[in-house]
């Protein structure tokens, strides 16, 4: 999935807790960022706090890289 804003990071974070079987609280308790925090980064705030979002991510198994553009 190409990431080309905070919401479409956040559909990828939300598909991939559904896949998993996680709540957001579930995925908040297990990231140590409240509920709220989960909420929003999938609905693409884009205002969140990008090293939490990264670390909700890895926490998910999501794998980020970048490339140049062609």
Request: hydrophobic share 40%; glycine share 8%.
């Amino acid at each position: 999935m190409m990431i080309q804003n905070a919401t479409d990071f956040g559909t990828a974070v939300k598909q991939q807790r559904k896949n998993q079987g996680l709540t957001q609280t579930q995925l908040s308790a297990i990231a140590n960022v409240s509920p709220r925090f989960i909420g929003e980064l999938e609905r693409g705030k884009p205002t969140i706090e990008l090293e939490k979002a990264l670390h909700v991510a890895w926490l998910l198994g999501l794998n980020l890289s970048f490339e140049d553009k062609e």
